[in-house]
């Protein structure tokens, strides 16, 4: 199954390009909303990205989450 959706991915990703930085080889598909939040795989929550720009969101992602989890604590 992994590899039948590798396929099918490369294939949507095939001649597109990174979302932030428009360049157009390493891409991922990124959720806006991460999983673990909302587990929608919907197209809605979906966006192509370089892997450095997806690492770079993943970190002001942490960014935000940390800072919201130490302000909650005080």
Partial sequence: IRKRKRRILNKLLLGTNCGIC????????????????????????????????????FHKLVKIALR??????K
Avoid at 36 to 53: A, E, G
């Fill in 22 to 57: 428009k360049i157009e080889k390493d891409l991922t598909i990124d959720h806006i909303i991460p999983r673990i939040v909302k587990k929608d795989n919907s197209r809605k929550n979906l966006r192509i990205l370089c892997r450095s720009c997806n690492v770079k969101e």
């Fill in 68 to 73: 919201f989890y130490f302000n909650a604590k």
